[in-house]
């Protein structure tokens, strides 16, 4: 769909299949905001890549050097080619 720039004016939403409050059996889920799981997966992940590859390995992109670089990881105990 090609909309060349144009403003939407109108946008319809159509939910299907709702039930009454409580009897979901997970619950209302947030539509705008991650859920405790997502939360505990995301620091299990960041917690395993900083094992393998260090401490720096991940972090917040607000905290980086705006200056361009290049830097090749490699996990930890895993020695230079040849």
């Known amino acids: ?5 144009r403003q939407v004016r109108l946008l319809g939403v159509t939910a299907t299949r709702l039930q009454p409050a ?7 889920l947030s539509l705008f905001s991650p ?7 995301l ?7 900083q094992q ?3 401490s720096d390995a ?3 992109a607000s905290l980086l ?6 830097t090749v990881r490699r996990a930890k ?5 040849k």
């Open 1 to 5: 769909m090609d909309w060349k720039g």
């Open 22 to 28: 409580g009897r979901s059996p997970a619950g209302q």
């Open 35 to 41: 859920g405790p799981d997502a939360k505990r997966d």
């Open 43 to 49: 620091a299990r992940t960041v917690d395993t890549i």
């Open 52 to 54: 393998r590859f260090g």
């Open 58 to 60: 991940i972090t917040r």
């Open 65 to 70: 050097d705006p200056s361009p670089r290049r």
């Open 77 to 81: 105990g895993e020695g230079r080619g």
